[in-house]
């Protein structure tokens, strides 16, 4: 997970300051280094909320039961005899 949240600093960094250099080239307007700042590290945050959700989501997906036979379990579907 750490080096998808660096790859995702570094990419943000570069495409949000490209971002930015292609508005002043073109409209005469400057975006100010704060808000760079703070659109890198919302690119950031978000996209390690979403690697954390896709780890959690690949590891309850490798989980097994504990019994693969119903007549061991607990609950509505288990057959009185």
Known sequence: MKHAVWITLLIASVVVNIAAELVFY???????????????????????????????????????????????TLGADKKTE
């Open 26 to 72: 073109f409209s005469g307007v400057t975006i100010a280094i704060f808000y760079r700042i703070v659109l890198i590290t919302g690119i950031t945050i978000i996209s390690a909320i979403f690697v954390g959700a896709i780890l959690l989501v690949g590891v309850l997906e490798g989980e097994k039961p504990l019994s693969g036979n119903v007549r061991d």
